[in-house]
Structure formats: structure tokens, C-alpha cells
């Protein structure tokens, strides 16, 4: 059989394995620092063992595995992708660039290949942000770029961060002894998580850029009262207020919708009941573009509208900016090396602007960043139909392997 087949085989293997431990039965969600989450974690930190590389966990719970240069001064290249999940996840967004970097370190070592520099494995703790509503933090921790405002952040259940971390056997005064001080590069193996490739019947792609995101928490507050006795005219119902927000909002994206994408996920109707109107109400923003001002534009526009939408209704408006981050472009040096490699592996070359967000984000603060996209199902994703399949998998590892061949032979 191909050695391309026989290694993905072993990969998609391993995202089987992992996409068993979860927080509920039934569904795959291993959100940051939970006790599923911290048994992944456990799960690859083994695998990175066995494979030979120098493991450890490091304060924000990132599993790392070195494969060391004999030059100490070396520079280092950083593989990685997340092991977090969103609820009721797919099992290939994130794992599959983890356990695809495993496969391509380990094919290092049994080549026996020498190495002009270090290479780290990383499994990031936290790119969805599901807990604590903000992204990246295992990344921003490893690019030095952490906040430490965010230490008294909350979950749901009003634990936080610095307490999460404590749980999972970090210490949060050595946040900033994690992050790497010398880099060489960084690369990304992600399931496309739209349709493109899927229509266009191409396994890879190469990413060029990553869109720009806002995320806002809002909280609406009018009046809780009773549900049979204020007249439909005197009301100041939240959750109504929120419902004409939210279409709103779908109207003002749609009128861009070749540029922007905007989404309330997330809506929570505070002490409710059936014959209470509703008094409060906490909903998620999230604001996705290409391009920083057409970005800006759509976020203070839905901002607005949002405000007046709650005048008009009498209702009062807290608005939260949780996490805004610029649009992204990968390097070009590392994007020509992986176009070439794509092109010598036999597919044809196409070019890809992620919406998703990826670590490689706060990342390209310090360092050169590429990203390799493979095909998934129908584009679906954040969903547990997601898939890869097997063979796409194979050419993204014959295309990797061609890709880090080129680095380390010119150092790019
Ligand atoms: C991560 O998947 C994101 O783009 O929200
Ligand atoms: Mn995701
Ligand atoms: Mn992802």
C-alpha cells in the first residue's frame, strides 16, 4: 500500500482515539481544562513520548514535543494546531493538524534527518475559546503576547482562569518563562471548514491570509414582569429586544455578504420561565472580514444599530468587546515553498483566505506564519458530520513532507 495511506491510516487512528474522550456521551466536546480535556491531553503528551520527542505540558496546559538541532542557538520551527474543542464538535478540527505533525516528526526521526534547527510540536490548550469566550490562549502564551488581565476571567460557573489553570498543575506567575524567544517559523495543518475544495474536488490548498474577528458580549436588561398581566404595549422585554438585535444584525451582514460573515451564537435568557417576560438577557457577538476597515465598519454599525434597537424597546444595553483581532497573511517565503511543494506532489495550486480563526494568529505577531488547508466533507464543520478523508489526509502528509524537506535544506 502507499506509505502516504499507511501513515495517514495511523493518523486518522489516533483523531479516532482521541475523539473518544469527551465531557458528554454521545458528542465530542473536551473543552480548556476540563477532566476530558485534561485526559487528551495526557493521551498525546504519550504519544509525543513514544515518538521519541523531548514532552512536557506547560503552564496553560499546551502539550509541546522538541526535536532538538545539535546547535543550541538554533532557532526554532513550531508545528502545531488545538486539541480544545467547541460543543458537540467535529473530531478533525484541530487533532488533525496535532496528530499530522506528530506523523511528520516522526517520519524525521526514522529518516534520521538532520536538523539546521529545532523543530516543537505543539498541541494548543485553547483556540476555540468556547470557556472563557476569548481565543488563542495557549498561543498567545507561546508568542509571549498574553494578557494577564485575562487571569480573572470566569467561565459559566464562575470559576477562573488563574483557578483553571492552578487545577490543571500550571502556575500562572510562569506564564511568560513559556513562551518560545527565538522563532524560525510556524506551520498549520487544518481541515478547510468551508466548501471550496469540496465543490472544486482538490484534496489541499494553501492558505495566504486569515480573517480579521470581533467578539462582543452583550447583555440587555429591561424588565422582568408578569406574563398575564403588562399589557404587550408596556413592556420592556429583553429577549425581545435581543430577537430584533439578532436579525438586524443577519441583515446588516447579509448586505456585505461577499465580505463579512456576523453570528449570535450564544443567547441566554437570565432566571426564565414561561410566564415571566424576560428581564435579562447575555448574547455573543462574533464579526468576521479579510479586510480591517470594511471589519471596523461592520462591527461599529452593528454596535449601533444595536443601541438604537434598544432605545426604541426601552431596554438597557452593556456592550463587551471580549477580543478583536486584525486579519492576518502568512508568510510569502513559506507560501511559495508550500505552493511548490503542493505543485510537486501533482495538485493544482489553489489559494485560500481562512474565515476560521487559527493559532498562526497572534503567532504572525512574532513569527513568519503558512498554513496548508485539507478538504473536508462538504465544508462542514463545528459539527459532528466533519470529516477528512483518509486519502486527502495521505496527500496533505506527501505535500508536508515536501514542504519541511525545503525548509530544512534552506533554512527558510
Ligand atoms: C475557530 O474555530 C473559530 O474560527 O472560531
Ligand atoms: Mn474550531
Ligand atoms: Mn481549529
Known amino acids: 500500500m502507499d506509505i502516504y495511506q499507511v501513515r495517514a491510516e495511523k493518523v486518522v487512528k489516533r483523531i479516532e482515539e482521541l475523539a473518544l474522550i469527551t465531557e458528554e456521551e454521545g458528542c465530542i466536546t473536551r473543552t480548556f481544562g476540563t477532566k476530558p480535556f485534561l485526559e487528551g491531553s495526557k493521551k498525546v503528551f504519550d504519544w509525543m513520548l513514544e515518538a521519541g520527542l523531548l514532552t512536557t505540558i506547560d503552564n496553560i496546559g499546551n502539550v509541546r514535543g522538541k526535536l532538538l538541532s545539535d546547535n543550541p542557538q ?9 486539541i480544545d474543542t467547541v460543543v458537540n464538535a467535529g473530531k478533525f478540527d484541530g487533532p488533525l493538524g496535532v496528530l499530522m505533525g506528530l506523523d511528520l516528526l516522526e517520519n524525521l526521526i526514522q529518516s534520521k534527518a538532520k536538523l539546521p534547527f529545532h523543530i516543537e510540536l505543539i498541541a494548543f490548550s485553547d483556540e476555540e475559546g468556547v470557556r472563557f469566550h476569548t481565543t488563542y490562549l ?16 470566569k467561565d459559566c460557573h464562575g470559576i477562573s482562569l488563574k483557578e483553571v489553570i492552578n487545577e490543571m498543575g500550571g502556575n500562572y506567575h510562569l506564564l511568560p518563562e513559556d513562551k518560545i524567544a527565538e522563532w524560525l517559523g510556524y506551520f498549520e495543518i487544518h481541515i478547510e471548514q468551508g466548501p ?27 424588565v422582568a414582569g408578569h406574563a398575564g398581566t403588562v399589557p404587550m404595549d ?14 438586524e444584525t443577519e441583515k446588516l451582514a447579509l448586505e456585505q455578504k461577499d465580505k463579512i ?29 479579510a479586510e480591517i ?5 461592520a462591527y461599529n454599525s452593528i454596535k449601533e444599530t444595536c443601541y438604537s434597537v434598544a432605545e ?21 517565503t513559506l507560501t511559495n515553498a508550500l505552493k511548490e511543494a503542493i505543485s510537486q506532489s501533482g495538485h493544482p495550486v489553489i489559494e485560500l483566505v481562512s474565515g476560521a480563526g487559527h493559532d498562526g494568529v497572534p503567532i504572525s505577531a512574532v513569527s513568519p506564519i503558512s498554513m496548508l488547508f485539507v478538504r473536508c466533507f462538504k465544508g462542514i464543520s463545528h459539527n459532528p458530520l466533519e470529516n477528512a478523508e483518509t486519502k486527502d489526509i495521505a496527500a496533505a502528509i506527501e505535500v508536508s513532507d515536501k514542504f519541511l524537506e525545503e525548509v530544512i535544506s534552506n533554512r527558510l
Open 74 to 82: 538554533a532557532k526554532t520551527f513550531v508545528i502545531g494546531s488545538h
Open 138 to 153: 495557549g498561543s498567545k502564551v507561546v508568542a509571549g503576547l498574553f494578557e494577564s488581565n485575562k487571569l480573572d476571567e
Open 196 to 222: 471550496v475544495l469540496y465543490e472544486k474536488n482538490i484534496p489541499v490548498a494553501v492558505v495566504t491570509g486569515i480573517a480579521g474577528q470581533q467578539r462582543a458580549e452583550i447583555t440587555f436588561t429591561g
Open 234 to 247: 408596556m413592556r420592556q422585554d429583553a429577549l425581545a429586544t435581543a430577537a430584533e438585535f439578532v436579525l
Open 261 to 289: 460573515v456576523a453570528t449570535i451564537g450564544k443567547l441566554e435568557v437570565i432566571q426564565s420561565a414561561s410566564n415571566v417576560i424576560p428581564g435579562k438577557v447575555v448574547c455573543t457577538l462574533d464579526v468576521r472580514c
Open 293 to 297: 476597515d470594511v471589519l471596523n465598519a
Open 312 to 332: 426604541k424597546r426601552n431596554v438597557d444595553v452593556k456592550w463587551n468587546l471580549v477580543q478583536g483581532t486584525n486579519p492576518t497573511k502568512c508568510d510569502e
